[in-house]
């Protein structure tokens, strides 16, 4: 069946640092790809989208490439900042629903 | 635009009492509608998906069940808690169809259970 793997966390940055969350994926076909923030306490938030090979998704200065050759979205970000803490999914959409990894938090130090 | 309410925000119950937990949508009709549980520390499960008024599908066998009595309701609940019961629930919603549309997630309900 439909599959995602995130890289385990705690991922642990000083602030201004280069990101990277590591994502793969296995799926029947060409599912769409997402990435979902969770801030402590919240539910998740959309953070970004792909829904076709090669796509780049863009949203608050992270990006992800859906790469069809390697079945991977990592998650990028030039410069993190402390409000970057959360923890992030990646996801894709399979039949009617969606399938998560189990996240990576972040942590971004002063 | 659409918004997606989720009560209560925190919960704590005794072993053995009933639960029940409320999800509404505003400004769509026909969504998609999804449960979620997020144990401490682990990612999310899929608990049940809705397409349609009176449509449930059950992901895992528990103690737990759904019901969708209105388009844009969503309830879950339980006659029983049990201690692993404990979890953040999560409602979501996405647009009717099978496309790539994304999932929008309400805020959550923290549930204690003593």
């Known amino acids: 069946g439909d599959s995602v793997t995130q890289m385990e966390g705690p991922v642990t940055l000083s602030e201004e640092a280069f990101l990277t969350i590591n994502c793969t994926y296995t799926?029947?076909?060409?599912?769409?790809l997402f990435w979902y923030v969770q801030y402590p306490g919240e539910g998740l938030q959309l953070l970004l989208k792909?829904?076709?090979?090669?796509d780049k998704g863009s949203n608050k200065g992270f990006e992800a490439t859906y790469r069809k050759e390697t079945t991977s979205f990592h998650l990028e970000k030039g410069s993190v900042q402390v409000s970057d803490s959360a923890v992030y999914f990646c996801?894709?959409?399979?039949?009617?629903?969606?399938?998560f990894g189990t996240g990576t938090r972040l942590l971004v130090s002063p | 635009s659409q918004t997606i309410h989720q009560w209560p925000a925190t919960l704590v119950q005794p072993v053995g009492s009933p639960l029940s937990l409320e999800c509404t949508v505003e400004g769509t009709s026909n969504p998609n509608l999804y449960w979620y549980r997020q144990a401490a520390g682990r990612g999310l499960q899929l608990l049940f998906y809705s397409v349609g008024i009176g449509q449930i599908s059950s992901e895992v066998p528990q103690n737990l069940s759904a019901s969708r009595p209105q388009d844009r309701q969503f309830i879950l609940s339980s006659k029983k808690l049990l201690l692993s019961d404990s979890g953040f629930y999560l409602c979501?919603?996405?647009?009717f169809g099978t496309g790539d549309q994304p999932q929008h997630f309400g805020d959550g309900t923290r549930l204690s259970i003593l």
């Open positions: 792909a829904t076709k090979a090669d």
């Open positions: 979501a919603w996405s647009l």
């Open positions: 996801a894709l959409k399979g039949f009617q629903k969606l399938v």
């Open positions: 799926a029947t076909g060409y599912p769409s």
